[in-house]
């Protein structure tokens, strides 16, 4: 008997037996199929093949066919997930289709979304320019492919000098053919990734750049040739300040990972990041140049997928999802401003983008570079530790040198919507030298609330316990907790007055007193609001790049590795909100927040200079901050750290709990806490609500549990989870357990 083991995107912690029909002759690990559950025909993934089921024969169903005959996971793919599977503590089925394009997940064959390719022909390869002298348009295009032999259609559509009348002409005359190209499709036997000698070619170096390679400081030279030594796994964090080059060391190192015709993947914590972090790297090399993110659609992102499947020089640069896609010849892994919150998922298979890529170095046996001017406390712990290689690049490429910092005491100072007089009068300073000006607050909205002026009544969202932001561009009121949105009130709903004001303030207020206040100067507004429109960042990041004048008002995403440098000032208005955070790890949040923010100024010619409006000028964090710099602040917060035996000294698993109804979260506690009760060497915190207690109608409750050893953390929950999930009262609320929790908010 002939039984496969199939994934299944279900929330449940196993793998169903099917019996392989005589018919199917063809079937592999890594397979796509379509299999009966219940009254539904559903596409699964063979996982594992055997002749031994737990089950009587006569009860398994027979799969019902396969959506292909090649594998849809190779061997390395398989690996990286059985160990996300296991050491995230999630369901295997589902952390399988979350590797899966959306496009597989349906079924439909991989070839339906393979583009046709042109290929020069015998003929076309040894026609001369002689024969083709009356046809000067079609011998230039003829030589391109004389050249570079094949082009996809995306190729010719971006090329300047091919057309689609000269590609007809060329497929008239059979100088050129057009095929599909399926080559690297069934990689299933790759094991090994880039430690394969299958290629063993090198591309000359000039062949290789286009653009030419920056001078490196000392720092950045000792790097690079250190890290170049290396073919194998290399854990290495490149601690460098905000400007001092990072970029140009990941362009050097990889020169030659490339030129033996490997593919590199570049993990970026947002989308915002990644038209300039493409532009950097396609203008430094003649190799392709792929994206990933959510911002795709399905057809594009199957392009990529597809090209990761074929064994040819290339570079991939997404969000933590690239961390999926099926290479097959991997010789380099880079994350990013590796520090960023956004690489950890917070839905559904919560994984860590960082530490998956890690992992995925050490299996493909290949350099795996983090990068990052504001390390987490993690990295640079395994920095320090000597589990990872460490680089400091302490030094400003170029002639740019550090900002200073400064505070302004915000106690009995007018503020006007926010701005004090001192940021005013500085503002004016450098617009008055053409130079700009970097405002930061990470609310956006135009007010954070609504309130009655005569009894206090404030605007709160009936759904969350958070209150409704006012929105003056849309004249609505949003949640931004659970989206929900309603009417901007005239009335107090609690005493009937229409003495209604704004209470705080957002990016769009500021952007309209700063408007009043500067009439004559550009001023551009970057959140998710004003960037919603597809195009729309890129636009204001050109309007940035313009020289003169401007006044840039943002969230947190002008606080990810963005290059401005006509910047010469940069405020930041509000800090005080989270210098009394009840996380702990706000403290850590908050440092990386400043010096990123801070270190878009002056990056250009002039010396920068950041201004922090504050009521406590001198809290602890903010003097260390500013007179000591990120890392000496660092080394005392994984102090503090070790000594209250928290992260990364000690290992969280967070269990949250939600429902409508608080009855339903006590019963299932009631039924929990038991077997919660019965671990050893755990420390059970709670339960307790969540700190935004209710959230989209839905009561949040959570228990926290930690534990010196992750491997006592990991074993205990593996045995605790499937009696958890046995339970009647799991069945009647939500749940679900975050490992390496990073926000316990």
């Not at 002409?169 to 990689?187: A, C, P, R, V």
């Amino acid at each position: 008997m002939k039984i496969a083991k199939v994934a299944l995107p279900l929330p449940l912690r196993r793998l169903f037996d099917y019996q392989i029909p005589d018919n199917i002759t063809n079937a592999k690990i890594g397979q796509r199929v379509v299999v009966p559950y219940g009254n539904q025909q559903r596409v699964g993934v063979i996982w594992q093949l055997t002749n031994e089921s737990s089950f009587e024969p006569a009860k398994l169903k027979y799969i019902a066919e396969c959506v292909e005959d090649c594998s849809t996971f190779n061997t390395q793919q398989m690996q990286l997930l059985n160990w996300a599977a296991q050491y995230f503590q999630h369901p295997i089925g589902e952390v399988v289709f979350t590797a899966l394009p959306n496009a597989l997940k349906k079924h439909k064959q991989i070839q339906a979304y393979i583009s046709a390719q042109y290929r020069i022909t015998a003929l076309g390869a040894n026609t001369t320019e002689d024969e083709l002298k009356r046809a000067k348009k079609q011998w230039q295009a003829l030589q391109h492919f004389q050249q570079h032999i094949t082009f996809t259609k995306a190729q010719i559509k971006n090329h300047n000098e091919l057309s689609t009348a000269q590609i007809k002409s060329l497929l008239e005359k059979g100088f050129i053919q057009e095929e599909i190209d399926l080559s690297g499709l069934n990689n299933h036997s790759n094991t090994e990734c880039a430690s394969s000698d299958s290629n063993n070619s090198v591309t000359p170096k000039h062949e290789l750049l286009k653009g030419n390679e920056l001078t490196l400081n000392t720092e950045q030279a000792i790097a690079v040739t250190a890290i170049s030594q290396h073919t194998q796994f290399y854990p290495a964090l490149i601690d460098g300040i905000t400007g001092s080059g990072k970029t140009e060391v990941y362009l050097q190192s990889i020169t030659p990972i490339l030129a033996q015709g490997k593919q590199i993947l570049i993990l970026l914590p947002e989308i915002g990041l990644t038209p300039q972090t493409v532009t950097r790297f396609a203008q430094r090399f003649e190799v392709d140049v792929n994206v990933w993110h959510s911002g795709l659609n399905d057809t594009q992102r199957m392009a990529t997928w597809l090209q990761a499947k074929r064994p040819t020089p290339s570079i991939f640069i997404g969000t933590r999802s690239a961390i999926f896609l099926p290479f097959s010849q991997l010789g380099m892994v880079i994350v990013d401003e590796e520090h960023d919150a956004s690489l950890k998922q917070q839905e559904g298979f919560r994984y860590h983008g960082r530490d998956m890529a890690v992992m995925l170095g050490k299996m493909c046996n290949v350099p795996t570079l983090l990068g990052s001017a504001t390390p987490s406390f993690e990295s640079l712990n395994n920095a320090l530790a000597e589990r990872y290689h460490y680089f400091k690049l302490p030094n400003r490429a170029g002639k740019s040198v550090p900002p200073s910092y400064h505070t302004i005491d915000l106690k009995g100072l007018h503020l006007r919507q926010g701005l004090s007089e001192p940021l005013i009068t500085a503002i004016k300073s450098s617009l008055k030298k053409h130079q700009q000006v970097l405002l930061f607050l990470n609310r956006r909205g135009f007010a954070p609330a609504i309130i009655c002026h005569e009894c206090g009544w404030l605007t709160e969202c009936h759904r969350c316990n958070a209150f409704y932001t006012f929105h003056k561009a849309s004249n609505r009121m949003i949640c931004h907790h659970c989206t929900a949105q309603r009417p901007i009130p005239h009335q107090c709903e609690a005493c009937g007055s229409s003495n209604l004001v704004p209470v705080g303030q957002g990016t769009e207020q500021i952007e309209e007193v700063l408007t009043e206040l500067f009439p004559d100067t550009p001023i551009t507004r970057i959140d998710r609001d004003s960037t919603r429109n597809k195009g729309s960042l890129d636009a204001a990041f050109n309007d940035i790049h313009q020289a003169g004048k401007r006044i840039i008002v943002g969230t947190q995403m002008l606080a990810k590795g963005h290059h401005f440098p006509d910047v010469t000032l940069v405020a930041i208005l509000d800090i005080d909100s989270a210098l009394y955070c009840a996380d702990f790890r706000a403290p850590e949040k908050l440092a990386q927040l400043i010096t990123q923010v801070a270190g878009r100024a002056g990056r250009g010619e002039h010396p920068g200079k950041v201004l922090l409006q504050t009521h406590y000028p001198g809290h602890p964090l903010l003097q260390d901050l500013i007179n000591n710099g990120y890392h000496h602040f660092a080394k005392l917060g994984l102090d503090e750290r070790q000594q209250t035996q928290l992260p990364p000294f000690s290992h969280l698993a967070l269990i949250r709990v939600n429902a409508m109804a608080i009855p339903a979260i006590n019963h299932f506690f009631a039924e929990v806490m038991p077997h919660l009760q019965q671990l050893t060497d755990i420390l059970i915190l709670g339960p307790i609500p969540s700190p935004v207690e209710k959230r989209a109608g839905k009561f949040r409750y959570q228990i926290l549990l930690q534990a010196n050893e992750r491997r006592t953390l990991a074993m205990q929950l593996a045995v605790l989870l499937p009696v958890i999930e046995s339970l009647p009262s799991a069945r009647k609320v939500r749940w679900h357990l975050d490992i390496d929790p990073i926000d316990l908010m």
